[in-house]
């Protein structure tokens, strides 16, 4: 319910369990962690998010030391769960990628580069088949 209609959240969650699963934590508890650490990152990062925002490294960096306080703050000083660097290094780093991904402008950027590039592949494929065609002669 926690991640209900927040896609981004969702994702998030996506990359967050799978990571957070090497904890050893039981299923109920981890589940738990992965969401509410899903939501509270996509709160960050809705809350910081700014024109160009994936262009200004002062921005995304704040951004990963939000998300890092939330480890110890929450996670490990609420919740009293420790998770090492490592593991907060990857879920920090994926979440923020799949959050990228899925900006708006970036998907219509590449959506619209791999749409070239097919075409592109297309003609050339076709180019062959015709020069393979013309070999057979």
């Not at 998030?12 to 904890?23: D, F, N, T």
């Not at 990152?41 to 995304?60: G, L, Q, R, T």
């Not at 890092?68 to 919740?79: G, L, N, P």
């Not at 959050?99 to 003609?123: D, H, S």
Request: hydrophobic share 40%; net charge negative.
């Amino acid at each position: 319910a926690i991640l209900e209609n927040k896609d981004n959240a969702i994702a998030a969650y996506g990359v967050i369990h799978p990571i957070l699963s090497e904890l050893g934590l039981e299923e109920v508890q981890l589940k738990e962690l992965s969401a509410e650490c899903a939501a509270a990152f996509d709160k960050i990062i809705d809350s910081n998010n700014k024109v160009n925002f994936w262009n200004d490294e002062d921005a995304i960096n704040n951004v990963k030391d939000m998300m890092d306080d939330y480890f110890y703050d929450v996670i490990r000083d609420e919740k009293g769960i420790t998770v090492p660097s490592n593991i907060m290094d990857q879920v920090i780093e994926k979440v923020l990628f799949i959050c990228f991904l899925t900006n708006p402008k970036i998907v219509q950027r590449y959506t619209f580069f791999f749409k070239q590039r097919q075409t592109v592949c297309f003609c050339i494929c076709l180019s062959l088949k015709k020069v393979d065609s013309s070999n057979k002669s």
